[in-house]
RNA sequence: GGCGCGUUCGUCUAGCGGUUAGGACACCGCCCUCUCAAGGCGGAGAUCACGGGUUCGAAUCCCGUACGCGCUACCA
């Protein structure tokens, strides 16, 4: 039996994407585009208070950055849409008409303090069921008439008395099965006509012909429920597969209280999209136990519901920096440089054309910094002193490094050497630089590290000999001058 | 309270009856070295939550307990 996957990622635009809903929807993607199914995105927009149009336009930003492109949804349309549920009033009516037909939903006119006691009531006997099924045997006509008398009452599910223990067959956790009695008649539409969430989304999967619904563990326990409303709809019951919740490092739920939690927010702190992509799907799911360097592409090829792990996992940030720096070291020079261009231009170094125009300077200088990055923020600070107009030398450096006689001396004999070179590569730059210990008498480290302050600023730098060559001559010889007088630049 | 889920190094995980319980991040040491990194090599770190079973043999199967989490709403 082959049948086509079609999988739903369904956020809610109630904030921005966090890493959880990411996840979910990097498996729900992984998994389509494995088997050649459809990814549909659909926004669960019910929540009128919450729900915005600049959340739903940052969550659909968010997961293109990701690289997570949907078949059917807002943008792209398809042709099971509206993919947004407050356009869908219509299919939750006639589904709701449906039910009514077949007997399996049924008004309820109990009012809110009526229900309040009926709950404090069941959970202090022997904890069943909630609603206690008062309006399920209302006789027919006093049903018209109540409703007739514009009376305020929800829609019920009517759950089948002879409905044995409901199996739900799970992909990451196996066959589990829940007690029919702990089911109660939950309500399918409110009393203002609009579908609760169990309601919305069994009718959305099932006329999305949804195949596979994977989504956060916290749905597991509504699971029973919706699979009674696909049966009471005569729809086959879509496999289902529960991930496990992210939790911050204290095994708290996920806050800003641990750093970024939203994806625009990595993207914003320099982290690249394929290493979120990477570290996500590695939280929960394996490729082998041994791989940890996943792509996109590996995703698509190798995703498998049957290798997601069931336990909760904990958020590591350092783990996905570090993940992050790999991906910056491998990358490809040319690609390094264009994805550098923005985080050049908000620390006002270098524009576009900047960077166009001296495209070879850009490239060689590409190898002293990746292997220094972890993310993409790094980029300004370790290169400003290369770039900018305003060079000044942070006073620490100055103080540690470039202090006293000895400091002073190789400063200026770095200057001189420099000075008469003809040739201005980092070989003849080092061939001079290499030369001044001996000639002064005075420590290889000293020299070096005098010199680095009065050229980069700093005790920390890319290769120095490269830099000093990368500067360029005037530049490093005016640094180096003004610092032998202890002057600015 | 009821129902359900989860529990392997600090963290993410591999493992699906017989392994010296493997890998990765982080950590420590050494090497490399002009700083910082990166890289290489090595190390420490898991009585597989606990207690009972089943079995010649259990991290793996069964039962119970503890702890954590979820659902139990006219939230999603």
Request: with cysteine; charged share 25%; net charge negative.
């Amino acid at each position: 039996m082959t049948e086509v996957v079609r999988v739903r990622f369904a956020p809610s635009p109630t904030g921005a994407l966090h890493v959880g809903g990411a996840r979910t929807a990097i498996y729900n993607w992984a998994l389509a585009r494995r088997t050649g199914g459809t990814f549909i995105l659909r926004i669960d927009d019910t929540d009128a208070e919450r729900s915005t149009a600049e959340n739903t336009a940052q969550i659909l930003r968010s997961l293109e950055w990701l690289g997570l492109d949907w078949d059917e949804g807002p943008e792209v349309g398809g042709p099971f849409g509206p993919y947004f549920q407050t356009e869908r009033a219509d299919h939750y009516r006639s589904a709701l008409d449906r039910m009514k037909a077949n007997g399996s939903a049924y008004p309820c006119f109990c009012s809110a303090t009526e229900l309040e006691a009926k709950r404090e009531a069941a959970r202090s006997g022997d904890g069943s069921a909630g609603y206690d099924r008062t309006c399920r045997h209302l006789p027919a006509d006093t049903v018209a008439a109540r409703i007739a008398a514009g009376e305020p009452h929800v829609w019920r599910l009517s759950v089948p008395e002879d409905r044995g223990d409901i199996l739900v067959d799970d992909a990451v956790r196996g066959e589990t099965t829940f007690p029919a009695s702990a089911m109660d008649d939950f309500v399918l539409v409110r009393s203002d006509g609009t579908p609760t969430y169990n309601f919305a989304t069994v009718v959305d999967d099932a006329d999305m012909e949804i195949t596979h619904v994977i989504r956060g563990d916290d749905h597991l326990s509504n699971t029973p429920r919706q699979i009674l409303v696909f049966e009471a709809l005569g729809h086959a019951v879509p496999r289902f597969a529960h991930l496990s919740m992210i939790w911050g490092a204290d095994g708290k739920k996920l806050s800003k209280r641990h750093g970024a939690t939203s994806v625009e927010a990595f993207h914003e702190e320099g982290i690249l999209p394929e290493a979120l992509l990477n570290y996500l799907a590695l939280l929960g799911w394996s490729l082998d136990g041994d791989t940890t360097i996943i792509s996109a592409d590996t995703l698509k090829t190798s995703f498998s519901l049957d290798r997601i792990s069931k336990n909760p996992a904990i958020f590591d940030p350092e783990k996905l920096e570090w993940m992050n720096g790999m991906y910056i070291r491998e990358m490809p020079p040319g690609v390094l440089i264009e994805r550098m261009v923005p985080w050049l231009e908000s620390a006002g170094l270098a524009t576009a054309d900047d960077v166009a125009a001296r495209h070879d300077w850009f490239v060689s200088l590409v190898p002293l910094i990746s292997e220094r990055l972890k993310r993409m923020t790094e980029i300004a600070p370790t290169v400003g002193f290369l770039l900018t107009d305003r060079f000044e030398p942070d006073p620490a450096a100055v103080a540690k490094g470039l202090t006293g006689a000895e400091a002073y001396r190789s400063v200026s004999a770095a200057h001189a050497a420099l000075e008469v070179l003809e040739v201005w590569e980092t070989e003849t730059v080092e061939t001079a630089l290499r030369a001044l210990p001996e000639a002064l008498g005075i420590k290889p480290k000293i020299v070096l590290q005098a010199v680095r302050v009065a050229v980069t600023g700093s005790t920390v730098s890319p290769p120095l000999f490269e830099s000093v060559a990368l500067l360029g001559r005037d530049i490093a010889l005016a640094r180096l001058d003004a610092a032998s007088r202890g002057t600015g630049e």
